[in-house]
């Protein structure tokens, strides 16, 4: 079964940075597109960014471009948010996800929080 | 950027009912469109892709239509576990979007 496991969120305050990771296993990673959703508490799903199996083709939500980078790295399997600039409005479970189109399977999610 | 507008928000039903969502595109999205359940606790899981397509492990009785501008999903006949939030969202072009969910609820 495809596993995807999310790290790095936590507590951090306004202007803070954090890096988010995600392992991914069970399947070729290098062949898929790479998602990254939220949701902040009490509010429904946002796609935050998507990266091409290369790591070339990124795109972002317009509330965060400039401020995350999305980024992957093939030999580890591993996907990665660096969040920079962070907003009291950033605050939600990050999930990745594997697909850019309508993508699945979801991660359990990791929680960033920021602090005013 | 594609709006998508879900309704009803809440829809209150009961175990065997039938339940149907409405996403709405704020521009045509084709047939670009998928829909994906929500349960408290759990990740989010895809139902629905390309309008009509069941993802693998999705029961029978999910369906899903439209095109276009004007989509639904159809759930024949609630199980219990079926009670959760719905959310569609289109691949048309970037941004994705989500939809703002309808949570079905037991009457």
């Known amino acids: 079964e495809v596993q995807l496991v999310e790290s790095g969120g936590g507590l951090v305050q306004r202007g803070g940075s954090l890096r988010l990771s995600c392992t991914a296993s069970?399947?070729?990673?290098?062949?898929?597109?790479m998602t990254w959703v939220r949701q902040a508490p009490g509010k429904g799903l946002e796609w935050v960014a998507s990266l091409d199996q290369d790591g070339n083709e990124k795109h972002y939500l317009d509330s965060v471009e400039g401020r995350f980078t999305i980024s992957r790295d093939n030999a580890k399997n591993s996907l990665y948010l660096q969040m920079t600039s962070l907003t009291v409005e950033d605050t939600a479970i990050y999930y990745c996800?594997?697909?850019?189109?309508?993508?699945?399977?979801w991660g359990l999610g990791t929680l960033v929080t920021v602090s005013s | 950027e594609i709006v998508l507008t879900q309704s009803p928000a809440t829809l209150s039903l009961s175990p065997g009912e039938r339940a149907t969502l409405s996403c709405r595109a704020s521009?045509?999205?084709?047939?670009?469109l998928a829909w994906y359940q929500h349960r408290p606790g759990q990740p989010p899981r895809l139902v629905i892709y390309?309008?009509?397509n069941r993802a693998s492990v999705t029961p029978a009785r999910f369906s899903g239509s439209g095109s276009g501008t004007d989509f639904t999903l159809t759930i024949s006949s609630l199980e219990p576990e079926d009670f959760a939030i719905y959310y569609c969202?289109?691949?048309?072009?970037?941004?994705?979007?989500f939809g703002g969910g309808t949570k079905v609820e037991i009457k």
């Open positions: 390309d309008a009509s």
């Open positions: 996800v594997r697909g850019g189109g309508s993508p699945n399977p």
């Open positions: 969202q289109q691949r048309n072009s970037w941004p994705r979007t």
């Open positions: 069970v399947f070729t990673f290098s062949n898929f597109w």
């Open positions: 521009q045509s999205i084709g047939n670009y």
